[in-house]
């Protein structure tokens, strides 16, 4: 990945920041996208990971708008060059049974999830195709393999990210692209340890090896799909889940 270009939505968040900072480790140069209203809280991880030893770039973007994607790829490949390495990791949660479910929950998920990979990836496609190079990797969950009482909205969006990647991945073979998913379980981010202990505690002993999983392992597994070794691994799902969902 040596002085490749990647670009990481979701990028300063707790797997997002694995993941930049695993694909850092591989020599690549670095974009790690943000929601516009958090450019306070950007500029402190930048800060943060350049005491590190990361010298990464952050760019604003809102993965829901087509216009603001356009501008993000745009500064990303007038800063650091044509982008190499995509990886779609940008998803929020709005829980709750479907039952229950208003129609701005249901888009807010779908749009961020799911839409979000088809506004960033038509940014980079074109330029991939034309360069004979690109790498894709997109963020999926393993409540998307599954489905999970609660998720309607999560669990559809996530799912439909394994369509799309299987598409892709047979339009880009040809061209020198691959694509592929990871479907991440329970993972120790801020956002699955801010849940109660008493149910982070039933969430563990669903898993087979007894432990959450961590950002690291995540960014490890983009790292190898990302790199220019992987050139034969299209199309394929990684579940990464500690055994709580096998098929």
Known sequence: MQNRVALVTGGIGGIGTAV???????????????????????????????SEGYDMMVVPGDVTDTESCKAMVAQVESELGSIDI?????????????????????????????????????????????????????????????GQFGQANYSAAKAGIYGITKALAQEGAAKGITVNSI????????????????????????IPVGRLGQPSEIGRAVAFLAAEEGGFITGSNLAINGGQHMF
């Open 20 to 50: 930049c900072i695993e694909l850092a480790k591989g020599g690549a140069k670095v974009a790690a996208n943000y929601y516009p209203a958090e450019a306070e809280k950007a500029q402190e991880w930048q800060t943060k990971m350049k």
């Open 86 to 146: 995509l990886v779609n990791n940008a998803g929020i949660t709005r829980d709750c049974t479907f039952k229950k479910m208003s129609a701005e929950q249901w888009n807010a998920v779908i749009d961020t999830n799911l839409n979000s990979v088809y506004n960033v990836t038509i940014e980079v496609w074109n330029g991939m195709l034309e360069r004979g190079y690109g790498r894709i990797v997109n963020i999926s969950s393993v409540n998307g393999q599954k």
């Open 183 to 206: 479907s991440p379980g329970y993972i120790g981010t801020e956002m699955v340890m801010a849940i109660p202990e008493n149910v982070r505690e039933k969430i563990v002993a669903q």
